[in-house]
């Protein structure tokens, strides 16, 4: 039997010697996995000569029902097909379908792990009171579109299909390129209790003063999106990819009760019927206002929550070329304004937000808006909105055209009614309202695809946030876009590429935020400088302003602007799972030998000496050796070494010299240390190479190598250093810029890591006996109930 092993082994051997191990070519391009170039999208990343999109405009009529929660609405829709293919059929997105109790975001739910679930190991982890409430919640609510009647422009009802979070509307005569059809459509739908069911809009309730706070969002039958690389978007809302929309003119009237205040994407059309002459004059201060002017003050909002006047109004927005349309509505809102003006950009930056927003909202919000826009402006493109506004709600942090929702807020102690707010708290508002306005920028404006790609919007935009926070102020507690922040996730084991559409990701925030943002940040730092990047992602905002781009499109502006093939770096950070982690293994030292006998043979004993006394001649030391009892035993070979420089040595060196060229000759003279350093990339993905070189005399300088450096041998390269004087220490990336994952191999000589052991205190076995007997404590008299009713 061994015998027969070892004869197989041997076969195995023999045939893999013939194949030789196929090449890991970090460099080879991105052709293979990028869509060819067309007439609609060109090789440079640029809209094509041929490019088009869809374009749908809105005029729509709701009531918002605050006594049933409910929103009631008729729209008509006017269609344009802009593409060159004539059309059978229309899609319509139904995301409020996704509160259905059977919809598939619901049914395909999934528990994180058994152990997650049963055993969490701390808060962090564990099932949430609101977690089991959403739960059982969703599958009571009678929630999802209602649809009343779709008709053709001619009155005739149109046939309809509804497929989950999608409809079809099939057209009795097909839609020609150039043409363009109109449908009216009417619905209703109950609106979620943001705070129990979830979700990117919904209604707040405040039990202390009775009343609601409505985030309107998703709450009109959308027209799909139908592009030249996907047909129509058909992939359904699941939850997580958002919303794929085209562009058009928006034209809504919206009835609330007569007392509240709404924010809405838009111009208002109406503020004679819907504003007090005080309202509409504080207005017009704030355009030019250097600092937020308030419209509706806390105590006119608080008298209104407390009023609950009757009757109704209809507010009138109108909104030009915005891909999505979102409001909001409450008598509880404080509502204040600060105009902008600058370049291509002139708007009012507005925030409105209830008491309980307030001391934090009045003083961050709108100030956070005029920042974001400032920001944003100065890395992508002008703002072209009139309006741009944040709304403080249940819902933690989404965006829309012009409007976006944020949720940070102070706290409010129980008890003594003491108003304070965390650091989080105040950090996170700001953070959240640049990166909600900011996604006016990506999506909003440059409107990628979020339903296949949640990087391209959040990714970016995290990204671009990153910088405006950077410039809000020194040392702002971020947690995203530096590359450090992502190394303990480029360790995990559960990752998918970042080139995975949005409903497969696997940790989500760190995936399509935190990775991409940070990779931003090292090409624009560490792989292309921040000049080279900056032209380039101007110009992709450029190019791609109210049109649809996809990741090759991103890909090909960044490398075609710079002037940068930057393939490897797509393909390592987007398409693979790789991560940065570079070892210094080893270092050798050469000085150039000068030849001659009497500096070379001094160095050799030189390097002689410095070994190690052998541990049988330290042993022996002292010992009395025959020659010396017999000196008459000692010749020439103990009077020298062999080290000894002889005159055969002399002229052999003389004779050499006359050889040489005086360039030569200088050559060596010059004393430069050579050191060959053995690099390797135990993390796969390919980086720059950033050399911190230390000095003897103390002197510190920087080396970058670019990533090319990896392309002959992308797993161990050796790399000639020269210095002036010996090298004391080298350091790869002492910055952390690349986020690589394991700093501990990146030093030569290696250093120590310092950390800190925490002990703990044996734990004592329960005691029953004692518990048992300890005396039952009396209910004070804020005690609950349930609990006094047992004593
Ligand atoms: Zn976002």
Excluded at 521 to 534: A, S
Excluded at 727 to 749: K, R
Aim: neutral net charge; contains cysteine.
């Amino acid at each position: 039997m061994k015998r027969f092993h070892f004869g197989l082994a041997a076969l195995c051997l023999t045939a893999t010697a013939f194949a030789a191990e196929p090449f890991d070519d970090k460099f080879r391009q991105l052709d293979e996995l990028l869509p060819s170039a067309n007439q609609y999208r060109t090789a440079s990343g640029a809209p094509g000569h041929a490019y088009w999109q869809q374009r749908a405009d809105y005029t729509i009529r709701a009531t918002l029902d605050e006594a049933n929660r409910a929103i009631s609405g008729s729209g008509q829709v006017t269609y344009h097909n802009n593409s060159p293919d004539t059309l059978h059929y229309l899609w319509l997105q139904l995301d409020q379908n996704i509160y259905k109790p059977d919809s598939d975001a619901r049914m395909t739910m999934t528990a994180p792990s058994r152990e997650a679930w049963g055993r969490a190991k701390s808060d962090e982890e564990g099932m949430k009171y609101e977690g089991l409430r959403n739960i059982l919640a969703g599958r009571d609510f009678d929630g999802g579109f209602k649809i009343g009647s779709v008709k053709g422009s001619g009155g005739a009802p149109l046939q309809y299909t509804v497929n989950r979070t999608m409809m079809r509307i099939d057209l009795q005569q097909p839609l020609k390129p150039g043409e363009k059809f109109s449908f009216s459509i009417d619905w209703t739908y109950k609106i979620n209790e943001q705070k129990v069911l979830g979700g990117r809009s919904g209604y707040e309730y405040f039990a202390e003063d009775k009343n609601a706070l409505f985030e309107i969002a998703q709450w009109f039958p959308r027209m799909a999106a139908y592009y030249d690389v996907y047909g129509w978007q058909h992939k359904q809302f699941l939850g997580s990819g958002e919303f794929t929309l085209e562009f058009g003119d928006y034209d809504v009237q919206i009835t609330v009760p007569a007392d509240h205040i709404v924010a809405s994407t838009g111009e208002l059309q109406n503020p004679g019927e819907v504003l007090t002459a005080a309202q509409r004059d504080r207005l017009a201060k704030a355009r030019t206002s250097k600092t937020p002017v308030v419209i509706v003050t806390q105590a006119e909002a608080e008298q209104a929550e407390k009023n609950q006047a009757k009757g109704i109004k209809t507010w009138h927005f109108k909104a030009k070329n915005v891909r999505d349309f979102a409001w909001a509505s409450s008598r509880k809102f404080i509502w204040d304004a600060q105009g902008y003006k600058k370049d291509g950009s002139n708007l009012m930056a507005m925030s409105y937000y209830p008491k309980e927003g307030n001391p934090l909202w009045e003083k961050y919000s709108t100030a956070a808006i005029i920042h974001t826009i400032e920001q944003y402006n100065k890395y992508s493109l002008d703002y072209p909105y009139p309006t741009a506004i944040s709304v403080n709600g249940p819902v933690g942090g989404m965006e829309y055209p012009m409007i976006s929702f944020n949720g940070p807020r102070p706290v409010k102690d129980k008890k003594t009614g003491e108003i304070t707010y965390t650091k989080r708290a105040k950090y996170g508002l700001i953070g959240v309202v640049i990166h909600e306005v900011g996604h006016n920028y990506f999506p909003m404006i440059v409107n990628s695809d979020e339903r296949q790609w949640t990087w391209m919007d959040e990714g970016l935009n995290t990204f671009v946030q990153s910088l405006a926070q950077e410039a809000w102020e020194d040392n702002y507690p971020a947690g995203r876009g530096d590359p450090r922040f992502i190394v303990d996730y480029m360790r995990s084991k559960n990752q998918v590429p970042i080139m995975t559409n949005s409903e497969s990701l696997l940790q989500f925030g760190n995936n399509a935020y935190a990775k991409p943002a940070a990779a931003l940040n090292i090409l624009r730092e560490t792989v292309l400088g921040r000049e080279l990047f900056d032209y380039a992602f101007r110009e992709y905002a450029r190019r791609w302003k109210f049109k649809r781009p996809t990741p090759a499109d991103f890909f090909r502006t960044m490398e075609d602007a710079s002037g940068t093939d930057l393939d490897w770096f797509w393909r390592g950070w987007f398409y693979t799972t790789d991560a940065v982690d570079v070892s210094i293994d080893g270092i050798s030292e050469y000085g150039v030998s000068t030849r001659n006998p009497e500096t070379e043979k001094a160095w050799k004993k030189a390097q002689h000496d410095a070994e190690p006394v052998s541990i049988i001649d330290q042993r022996n030391k002292g010992m009395v050796r025959k020659v010396d009892e017999q000196p008459a035993l000692k010749d020439f070979y103990n009077e020298h070494d062999d080290y000894t420089v002889t005159n055969a040595d002399r002229n052999k060196y003389a004779e050499q010299a006359k050889e040489l060229e005086q360039w030569e000759k200088d050559l060596l003279a010059q004393g430069k240390h050579l050191y060959l350093v053995d690099f390797s990339n135990l993390g796969g993905l390919v980086t720059p190479l950033i050399l911190q070189i230390e000095l003897k005399s103390g002197k510190k300088y920087i080396e970058r190598i670019p990533a090319e450096v990896w392309r002959y041998s992308p797993k161990k390269i050796t790399k000639v250093i020269v210095t002036d004087e010996p090298l004391l220490s080298l350091v790869h990336d002492p910055y952390w810029e690349t986020a690589d994952i394991d700093q501990s191999n990146n030093a030569w000589p290696r250093k120590v890591t310092p950390s800190r052991l925490e002990l703990f205190k044996s734990r004592q076995p329960e005691n029953m006996m004692k518990d048992f007997n300890t005396p039952l404590k009396k209910q004070d008299a804020e005690g609950d109930k349930e609990g006094a009713k047992k004593e």
